[in-house]
T-cell receptor
């Protein structure tokens, strides 16, 4: 399996622009997670899905952030409008076999810079 | 609620020296414990995990961690580090409803020649 695939790997945009990050989870995994990593706040869980349904979005910072999972093989995280404080590395991760303790598989991340 | 504290944000160490990265957790229920490693410009990868059974768990590259319930700790150790071990290490705990993973703040291990 190719692992969790994220795109783009790097994105530089200007404040106010819309940003869309994409994720393809590992085939057969039924949980998908979006994390944000910054130096100041470390690794933060933004939202997670189970069988394409959002379960907990309490980590989404504000209404400018939205996430969707239209099918089992694709998810997006959108920021509109973007702000400089959104600059971070955004990770997608997936997990199979139910949520009972097990391994999360992470993508390589999307590094976002908002100028 | 559960939380994870990694007491050291950075640990510098010379090559071939031993190292211990500390992790303490708090939880009101039984937990599962994990160490993840993040190499530069990469995502996190599972290093080792404790689910049940022997409290000492090992990874394939020489790291080990011991679950200590009385001290609520899961410290990561390696008797002799290599330059290639330079990375950030995250301790994580899951337990309770939903079994969500809670990550610590990470410890940056810097191995010097």
């Amino acid at each position: 399996d190719a692992g969790v695939i994220q795109s783009p790997r790097h994105e530089v945009t200007e404040m106010g622009q819309e940003v869309t990050l994409r994720c393809k989870p590992i085939s057969g995994h039924d949980y998908l997670f979006w994390y944000r990593q910054t130096m100041m706040r470390g690794l933060e869980l933004l939202i997670y899905f189970n069988n394409n349904v959002p379960i907990d979005d309490s980590g989404m910072p504000e209404d400018r952030f939205s996430a969707k999972m239209p099918n089992a093989s694709f998810s997006t995280l959108k920021i509109q409008p973007s702000e400089p404080r959104d600059s971070a590395v955004y990770f997608c991760a997936s997990k199979g076999g139910g949520l009972k303790a097990g391994e999360l598989f992470f993508g390589e991340g999307s590094r976002l810079t908002v100028l | 609620a559960q939380s994870v504290t990694q007491l050291d944000s950075q640990v510098p160490v010379f090559e071939e020296a031993p190292v211990e990265l500390r992790c303490n957790y708090s939880s009101s229920v039984s937990v599962y414990l994990f160490w993840y490693v993040q190499y530069p410009n990469q995502g996190l990868q599972l290093l080792l995990k404790y689910l049940s059974g022997s409290t000492l768990v090992e990874s394939i590259n020489g790291f080990e961690a011991e679950f200590n319930k009385s001290q609520t700790s899961f410290h990561l150790r390696k008797p002799s580090v290599h330059i290639s071990d330079t990375a950030e290490y995250f301790c994580a705990v899951s337990g309770g409803a939903g079994n969500m993973l809670t990550f610590g703040g990470g410890t940056r291990l810097m191995v010097k020649p």
